[in-house]
């Protein structure tokens, strides 16, 4: 672990200040450089990325090569030219992360089947009503049924989804009518959640399909069975069994951590382990055992999706979000990091060995060497929680020194779009309408989601900062997921008060009239879903035209990494939404530079806009994304001859000069 034996020769290293704009994390950085200790930082300092492999110059599919399409008009040596290498390697990375984001969808599915048969220790259905109108939905019978026999027949459809050979799968039939016409118009309905995935691998192996824009018609396909297939059924499943989130108050940063306390931080994906960690930490033979330690209890945090999971649901503290993962473990503090699925870095391993604390892996498909593993399994779930609980507080006498950094911020997630509903109309009138008039008033100019990871080549969470600091101002109304969410939170952009002297005056006025905040906190990653459905009420409310792509609104991922993030990138672009991602673009490269030879760039950015009404662009530069984000939200409200947001401030402001000047001119303030 130490940085002179893994990494003989040192690159220039980055100050803490300019490897993230949070003070926690600073504070860790310069505590990991005194230690001698590497991070994710130091790492992507001390190795440049691969100039060629970055941009998809290379390819890698077979023992023939690697090939690596550096000079102009080489191919590979089974004659594959640049375009298509690039649009398989595409492909690929949106096959792994919709089978991510789907493979947690079928284990979600499978625990609503185990409850449902009381085979699940400890679970149980939390919110019937949502059961109902999910498998009213889906065509299953709901009256005079028991809950779990309607949860039998829904969890049954939910996990014939992923095998299903033909067809549409089911969440399909929920977007926009107009919007489902296009898909089958370019014949990319997703026909089964795993066969999208498989095709995609095939397709993808040598000798297989070459034509470029008929591999991006399989990438959308492959987008779609993630975003409308098994995203979306994790979050139903996560909804009916742990409850539809609501507005609850929460904290977020290292400072959640307990000097005085057993810190256990969960970190990964699946809600299944962490909700029964929430219950297990606050059994009282668990707590009474913490105290027999020395402890004063038991502290449980969450790191990356998992975070977002607990904390949108029972308000338990966010540690952090991606890139804050090793920073945790730098505090001393944490007993053990329980992790499962997605976003887990190797590196921990190494890193806890340093200090006392323990990373226990828990699922059957995730081992990391050296890390203690306690398989988790939702027959036994509440009896394994309670295990590596005790695990954690039998490691508390064995904690040295701690450097807990002194800063956290409150917030208020949960921001489901069942509440988004409700909030904006009340219980007997729960309506889309007060947001779409302002929309269309011009108080709200749009809506911007921003998503998505940190990375430690760009300045941690400052991307995340910027953008919706200027977005806010511009009276563009944010919703947010993921690690994206957990920077706004630290930013204080996740509380009414504490962000809206910071916003225009038109959201402001929204955002005090219904008493939000600024930033709405919308769950996990997979919970992107919830904003495609915001996306379609939003379309069925009326005044905001007749399909997704017509909405002011524009996706962006400015600080992304992860493969799932190019998988959400295509189903919101499918479903008629303007993306934006940071960092580089992965089929950017062409050793000609030929300026309209970038084939693959274009089918995703003009060919796609074309055929879908979205489009994908990778943008490096924040103003950038800024400044086209505005650009199409305002081409959007002129499209539905929305009123003009730029003539009316422009209004507002000659009208507050016109007083200031008469004030003055009557010796007024
Ligand atoms: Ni999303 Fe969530 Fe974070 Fe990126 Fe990883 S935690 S699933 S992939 S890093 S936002």
Not at 172 to 190: D, H, L, N
Request: aromatic share 4%; with cysteine; hydrophobic share 40%.
């Amino acid at each position: 672990m130490t940085d002179e034996k893994a990494t003989p020769r040192r690159r220039k290293q980055r100050t803490p200040e300019e490897a993230s704009i949070d003070p926690a994390a600073q504070l860790m950085l310069a505590c990991a450089a005194e230690m001698g200790i590497s991070t994710a930082f130091s790492r992507a300092d001390d190795m440049a990325p691969c100039n060629i492999g970055a941009v998809g110059m290379c390819c890698s599919l077979c023992a023939m090569g690697p090939c690596r399409l550096t000079k102009d008009g080489l191919t590979g040596v089974c004659g594959a030219t640049i375009d298509t290498i690039q649009a398989r390697n595409f492909i690929r990375s949106v096959a792994a992360g919709s089978a991510a984001h789907s493979d947690h969808g079928r284990d979600m599915a499978f625990t609503l089947k185990a409850v449902a048969t009381g085979e699940a220790e400890g679970y149980s259905i939390r919110d019937v009503a949502k059961l109902r109108v999910v498998a009213a939905e889906c065509g299953i019978p709901v009256e005079d049924r028991s809950p779990e026999e309607i949860a039998n027949d829904l969890a049954d459809l939910y996990i014939s989804q992923f095998g299903q050979q033909n067809g549409a799968v089911v969440p399909v039939s929920r977007a926009p009518k107009k919007r489902q016409e296009i898909w089958e118009k370019y014949g990319v309905v997703p026909r089964g959640i795993d066969r999208e995935v498989v095709e995609a691998l095939h397709r993808t192996h040598m000798g297989d399909d070459q034509d470029p824009a008929h591999l991006l018609l399989h990438a959308v396909r492959t987008g779609l069975a993630d975003g409308w297939g098994g995203s979306m059924i994790a979050t139903d499943v996560s909804d009916i069994l742990f409850g539809t989130p609501a507005p609850v108050l929460g904290e977020a940063n290292l400072g959640v951590l307990k000097d005085d306390m057993v810190n256990v931080v969960v970190h990964g994906h699946e809600p299944t382990l962490s909700q029964m960690m929430v219950a297990a930490s606050q059994d009282p033979e668990i707590i009474a055992y913490a105290k027999a330690a020395g402890a004063e209890g038991i502290s449980l945090s969450g790191i990356c999706c998992t975070a977002n999971e607990i904390l949108m649901r029972q308000g338990i503290p966010a540690a952090g979000n991606f890139l804050q993962q090793e920073l945790a473990i730098l505090t001393g503090a944490v007993e053990a990091m329980v992790v499962d699925v997605q976003c887990i870095m190797q590196a921990l391993v190494a890193l806890a060995e340093r200090f006392h604390t323990k990373i226990i892996t828990t699922s059957p498909k995730v081992k990391i060497k050296d890390a203690t593993h306690i398989e988790f399994d939702e027959k036994n779930a509440l009896t394994i929680a309670k295990d590596i609980l005790k695990e954690a507080i039998d490691n508390y006498q064995s904690r040295g020194e701690t450097r807990i950094p002194d800063f956290k911020n409150s917030l208020v997630p949960g921001f489901s779009h069942e509440y988004i509903n409700y909030m904006l109309g009340g219980s007997y009138r729960a309506s889309f309408r007060p947001l779409n008039d302002a929309i269309m008033a011009g108080r709200i100019r749009g809506v911007a989601a921003l998503v998505g990871c940190t990375n430690p080549r760009i300045q941690h969470d400052s991307h995340h900062a910027m953008i919706t600091e200027e977005l806010l101002k511009q009276d563009v109304l944010v919703v947010e997921t993921g690690c994206s969410a957990i920077a706004s939170a630290k930013m204080g952009f996740l509380l009414g008060d504490a962000g809206l002297d910071r916003v225009g005056p038109g959201l402001r006025e929204v955002c005090e009239t219904v008493g939000i905040p600024p930033v709405l906190h919308m769950g996990s990653c997979v919970d992107n879903t919830r904003i495609l459905t915001v996306l379609t009420q939003m379309v069925e409310e009326g005044g905001l035209g007749d399909d997704i792509d017509e909405i002011p609104a524009v996706g962006l991922a400015p600080e992304w990494m992860s493969e799932k993030a190019l998988s959400i990138a295509t189903y919101c672009v499918a479903s008629g939404a303007y993306v934006i991602m940071g960092g580089y673009n992965p089929v950017e490269g062409r050793a000609d530079r030929v300026p309209d030879s970038a084939i693959v760039s274009e089918l995703m950015s003009s060919g796609w806009e074309e055929m879908y009404g979205g489009k994908l662009e990778f943008l490096g530069d924040p103003e950038e994304m800024i400044r086209r984000t505005l650009e199409h939200i305002d081409a959007k409200r002129d499209a539905l001859g929305s009123v003009s947001y730029t003539h009316l401030r422009a209004h507002e402001t000659a009208m507050n000069i016109s007083y200031a000047v008469f004030c003055l001119k009557r010796g007024g303030g």
